[in-house]
Each structure stands twice: as C-alpha cells, then as structure tokens.
C-alpha cells in the first residue's frame, strides 16, 4: 500500500470538524499584534488574496479594515469557516475552494497576498513550495506585496 501524498494527509486533516470547529475558536481569538502589523502592510481598497484563509483569522480583520479580501484555502469547510466568521463580523470576504499550486485568478489581479502562519509548510517539496511562489508571484500586480511566515 502506497503513501498518501502531502496535500491528502493536509486534506484529511483540515476537513475534521473538530479541525474546523479549533480554526473557527483562533479565528475569534483574534490576532497578535505581530499578525495585525503583517496585515497592516495592505491599505483599504487594495485586492489581497489570503492563501490558506483557514477560518479567517486574518482575512476577517483585513476586511473590517477595508480591505478586499479573497479567502482562498485547498479545503472547502475551511473556506466555509472562513465565510461564516466574515459574516458574523459583518465583514465581506469572496471564498474561494483552491489549490495555491494552482491559482485561478488571471496574472497581476492581486495587490498583495498574506500567507500567514505555516501554510507554506503543508506544500510538499521544494519545486512544490516554488511552484506556489512563483504561482503567488505570478498573480500579484507589478509593485505588489506578499506577507508571508513560516
């Protein structure tokens, strides 16, 4: 019997209600102030894509400040975590059920894009982890910031 691979172990790990239901507890937590610094270098207005939004921790608190967020996560109760919270803090975020080593957004369309916490971790490899970079890269408009830690 073969392996499962990185991204089925982290599918089957984050889509666990009771994995959910801890990222929705975080979620209204709310940040520390070294995240609240890292989601302070996007200004109102700007179209920040959170890649691994979990149950919104960060995406939230960048949309009560003004800015538009799109919650992207590989699994779709945490994208649904994620829209729920939003909805709870009367805040908007678009959610959004993908894989960061295959953005569906059209190239440039991100001012910035937060990958908070370890989500670069839970990408097998490291052409793996490159590829989500260039990926991210490849989606951010010219000038545009990428807040980011591992």
Sequence with gaps: MSRPDLETVVRRKYEDPAEVAEFAAL??????RFEEALGG????????LDV??????????MARRGVRVVALDLVPAMV????RYAAAQSATVLPVVASAKALPFRDGVFDGVAMLGQVIAHV????GRTGVLR???QSLRPGGTLAMTT
């Excluded at 649904?80 to 829209?83: D, K, L, M």
Aim: net charge neutral; aromatic share 2%.
């Design 27 to 32: 979620a209204g937590q709310g940040l520390t």
């Design 52 to 61: 691994g939004c979990g149950g919104g921790r960060e995406a939230v608190p």
């Design 41 to 48: 270098v996007f200004s109102p207005g700007d179209l920040v």
């Design 80 to 83: 649904h975590a994620a829209r």
């Design 135 to 137: 990926a991210i890269r």
């Design 124 to 127: 097998p490899d490291c052409a």
